[in-house]
């Protein structure tokens, strides 16, 4: 169970610059606001891609969400509880590589299971993810003797291999090339459906989030607000190219500054 509620969130960070030149508006600690209240609801089991430009706040909130981070005014809600500290219901998949570089691809995804009691079925669970994201053969590399691609690869495998409550995706498939990029949506979605938990995913591919979610957020401007929330309830698969999907898909680039899709 995940229904999420993300009410009057702020967040504000402290002002760095030091310096003052003539006519700068800013004072040295003042707080520079990022998020400024954002309102949204999730229901349990959605799958979320929140787009929005870079720096716009995206990882900010997904932190405040996951309880790594906290907001400066607003709460967000979690089943009705207020979240203020990180939980291991929750996965998190950080933006850069979260693998421990001194263990190897298999032992990274040993981790999400680590509590499992049966060694074979534990062993059996590793292999199909780590063969699911395709990288059968590398059990025993270590990070850095992997592509970019594989790594995050490996990421995701040991983020699914944890069956979360709700899995937290930050730009999961940067990196990664078409191909691949093409699979792990399918898989991502099949396993949604299989599976019914909430996933909260940031792209910044509007591709990805008209095929994949149930439900798409743009934030936008600064400080952050939300520009759209939008529930998509069209069948899978989808066809973006044509109809309502093809209107949608103009309007969240012009929304985020492409006037002309080619
Ligand atoms: N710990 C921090 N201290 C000060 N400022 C921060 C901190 N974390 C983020 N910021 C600022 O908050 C803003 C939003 O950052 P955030 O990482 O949430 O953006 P984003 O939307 O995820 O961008 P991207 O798409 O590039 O990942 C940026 O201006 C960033 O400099
Ligand atoms: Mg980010």
């Given at each position: ?20 030149r ?21 229901a ?5 891609c929140?787009l ?8 900010t ?7 790594f981070?906290t ?6 809600l ?44 534990k ?10 994201v395709?990288?059968?053969?590398f ?14 690869r490996a ?14 995706m ?10 691949t990029?093409?699979?792990?949506r ?22 990805d989030?008209?095929v ?5 957020v743009v ?5 952050a ?14 066809d973006?190219?044509t ?20």
């Amino acid at each position: 169970m995940a229904s999420i509620k993300i009410e009057n969130l702020v967040k504000a960070y402290p002002n760095r610059r030091h310096h003052r030149r003539k006519g700068d508006p800013y004072v040295p600690g003042q707080m520079i606001k990022v998020l400024d209240d954002v309102n949204l609801e999730f229901a349990d089991g959605e799958m979320v891609c929140i787009l929005g430009p870079s720096g716009c706040g995206k990882s900010t909130m997904l932190k405040i969400l996951a309880g790594f981070d906290t907001a400066t005014s607003g709460r967000i809600l979690v089943d009705g509880r207020e979240v203020t500290e990180p939980t291991s219901d929750y996965i998190f998949v950080f933006q850069q590589s979260g693998l421990l570089p001194w263990m190897t691809v298999w032992q990274n995804v040993e981790l999400g299971v680590r509590h499992m009691q049966d060694e074979e079925e534990k062993a059996a669970q590793i292999q199909e993810y780590i063969d699911m994201v395709e990288l059968s053969n590398f059990e025993q590399h270590f990070p850095h003797q992997l592509s970019g691609g594989m790594q995050r690869r490996a990421e995701l495998a040991r983020a699914l291999v944890v069956n979360p409550d709700m899995l937290i995706m930050d730009e999961p498939f940067t990196g990664l090339d078409f191909l691949t990029r093409m699979k792990m949506r399918e898989e991502v979605v099949n396993m949604h459906e299989f599976i019914g938990k909430s996933i909260l995913m940031v792209t910044h591919d509007i591709d990805d989030a008209l095929v994949m979610a149930d439900h798409i957020v743009v934030m936008g401007d600064t400080p952050a607000r939300v520009k759209l929330d939008r529930k998509l309830t069209f069948d899978r698969p989808r066809d973006i190219g044509t109809g309502e999907l093809a209107e949608l898909r103009d309007e969240v680039y012009f929304m985020l500054g492409v006037s002309y899709v080619v």
